[in-house]
C-alpha cells in the first residue's frame, strides 16, 4: 500500500503556486483487497540552514478524505520552496509509515 498522485491544488510538484491556501490530495495503490484508509496526516516543511522547518503537522485526522485537504498552517511566503508529505492508516491497522513526498514552489502569494 501506497500513497501516489501526490497534488497540490490538482498538480504534481506546482511550480509559483499563487493560490491561498492551498488545497492536497492523493491516491492509494497497493495490492490488500478491502483495505480502506482510516485516517490521514499530512506534514507540510521548508528547508532552512539547520534543516526541515514543520510549518504545519494535520496531526492524526480521522477520516477518508484524501482530495482537496486544506492548508491551514501559517501564510505560506511567496517565492520558497516546500515540501509536503502524508501518510494514512488503513483498517487493521496497516500503514501509517511516511508514503511519499512532494514539492510545492510558491509564486507570488496572494493573501486576504
Known amino acids: 500500500m501506497k500513497l501516489t498522485n501526490l497534488t497540490c491544488n490538482t498538480w504534481a510538484d506546482p511550480i509559483n503556486l499563487d493560490d491561498a491556501p492551498p488545497v492536497f490530495g ?39 478524505d484524501s482530495q482537496n485537504i486544506p492548508y491551514v498552517g501559517p501564510v505560506l511566503e511567496s517565492n520558497t520552496l516546500y515540501h509536503w508529505r502524508g501518510r494514512i492508516l488503513m483498517a487493521r491497522g496497516a500503514g501509517w509509515e511516511w508514503k511519499g513526498t512532494a514539492g510545492v514552489d510558491t509564486g507570488v502569494v496572494q493573501t486576504e
Open 26 to 64: 492523493w491516491e492509494i495503490s497497493g495490492t490488500e483487497a478491502g483495505l480502506e484508509q482510516e485516517s490521514w496526516q499530512i506534514r507540510v516543511v521548508r528547508e532552512c540552514h539547520s534543516g526541515a522547518e514543520i510549518l504545519w503537522d494535520s496531526e492524526q485526522v480521522p477520516g477518508t
